[in-house]
């Protein structure tokens, strides 16, 4: 419900997108220049090219030779993959031509969108060339712009069906047959998540992306930590779900770090909710408190919190999308129920208000201007919270100290 800033508009945009696309390189089965072109990254200081990355994966793969898993046998089999590689570099192609077939079974629009080649419908023989242009898209597109290729390769048109095709392959190893080998899981062993995840690469990105409180409930701090021993990050919520878009697995802009609770309460749900690269609440869907009988919980009274409930409003005027994606929101996260956890934070706000009165708040204002020269920083200092949209992400409950203050500002004026 509150906003991150996508990469390119990002103060440290060319940080985070060079490491990324390192870490994709890396990562994906693709040869290294599919995923970063003639380009010359940046990371940390060194200069990283397809020539580079290749090298890295050539001394994984040394290090790999002979000693890949029996899921990874089973798949070769499976995709009719046969000849055992016999240095680094036939290993790499081996791993980049299950790829290439995986793909082609799982989707055929997939398959003509990634790679150069006239015959979708033959599984390969060969690793067919890349088309840069569209892995670069791929990679980066944001959710809520897919192109009118990637819409097809999904079947994202909102019908909510399983955008891949589940296939059984049959494949023989040793002369055990093996079946069940479904393209749409295998796809796994293309965009690996679980290793682009857990690389170092992955915490750095995540501190580079600075995204310091969970953007979906605004409630809980995901600052990256990595000094020292202590690791501490996000988790990234895939805002297109892993298992029914398993290519969006990596894409930078479906990774929304979040806190834990968020991610596992969303899950692989299917609902439209919020997309924080583009969208939030904002100032159209307030946070408003509820009294049973009036405002008498003005006085602080511990008690006065059972006579009042927190609850989501929409303004006038707000768009019909909006609000279901905020409903949806709120269902998915309980968003209401666990702000009603709060209401003890926004007693001490009414009592804060009712102590230190527009005037006084004035003549503090007045006393000290060049610490608190505008009321509406003294009034983020008063809260220990910035009060501007832009910086809610900067601490929790930033959005609900903002709307609780509106609601007490217009119940001043208006008594
Ligand atoms: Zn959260």
């Known amino acids: 419900m509150i906003k991150i800033r996508p990469y390119y508009d990002h103060p440290a945009h060319k940080k985070i997108i060079d490491r990324y696309l390192y870490l994709a390189a890396l990562v994906l089965p693709f040869p290294p220049e599919a995923v970063i072109g003639d380009e010359k990254l940046t990371v940390d200081g060194i200069e990283i090219t397809a020539e580079t990355?290749?090298?890295?994966?050539?001394?994984?793969?040394?290090?790999?030779?002979g000693k890949k898993s029996e899921k990874y046998q089973e798949a070769l089999a499976a995709y009719s993959i046969t000849g055992t590689p016999g240095d680094e570099q036939e290993l790499l192609a081996q791993e980049q031509l299950l790829a290439a077939k995986v793909i082609q079974a799982a989707s055929q629009d997939l398959y003509g969108y990634l790679y150069e080649t006239g015959n979708t419908g033959v599984s390969p023989a060969k690793v067919p060339p890349m088309n840069k242009e569209h892995v670069r898209r791929l990679l980066t597109v944001p959710m809520n712009a897919l192109d009118a290729d990637l819409k097809r390769i999904g079947q994202i048109t909102g019908e909510h069906k399983r955008p891949i095709q589940s296939k059984t392959i049959n494949g023989s190893i040793n002369g055990k047959i093996y079946k069940r080998q479904r393209s749409d899981e295998l796809l796994d062993f293309v965009f690996r998540y679980e290793s682009f995840s857990q690389r170092a690469q992955a915490f750095r990105l995540l501190k580079d992306m600075d995204v310091n409180v969970c953007p979906y409930c605004n409630?809980?701090?995901?600052?990256?930590?990595?000094?020292?021993?202590?690791?501490?990050?996000?988790?990234?919520d895939h805002y297109m779900s892993k298992s029914k878009y398993p290519y969006f697995a990596v894409s930078l802009l479906n990774l929304i770090p979040c806190c834990g609770l968020c991610n596992q309460a969303k899950s692989d749900k299917e609902d439209q909710i919020l997309y924080p690269y583009f969208e939030e609440m904002g100032t159209d869907v307030l946070f408003r408190t509820k009294a049973e009988n009036g405002l008498t919980y003005l006085t602080g009274c511990p008690s006065a919190q059972d006579e009042f409930s927190i609850s989501l409003e929409a303004k006038e005027g707000t768009a019909q999308e909006l609000r279901e994606k905020v409903k949806n929101s709120d269902e998915v996260f309980h968003l209401t129920e666990l702000y009603n956890e709060h209401k003890d934070y926004v007693l001490y706000l009414y009592r804060k208000r009712y102590m230190f009165s527009d005037e006084y708040l004035q003549m503090i204002c007045d006393t000290f201007p060049e610490m608190a020269g505008r009321f509406d920083e003294l009034k983020g200092l008063l809260y220990l919270m910035d009060l501007e949209k832009e910086q809610w992400g900067r601490r929790p409950l930033a959005k609900l100290t903002h709307d609780i203050d509106l609601q007490i500002t217009e119940e001043r004026n208006n008594p």
Do not use: A
């Open 53 to 65: 990355v290749l090298e890295e994966h050539l001394q994984r793969c040394r290090k790999y030779l």
């Open 219 to 236: 409630r809980i701090y995901t600052v990256t930590l990595t000094k020292n021993g202590h690791k501490s990050r996000p988790q990234f």
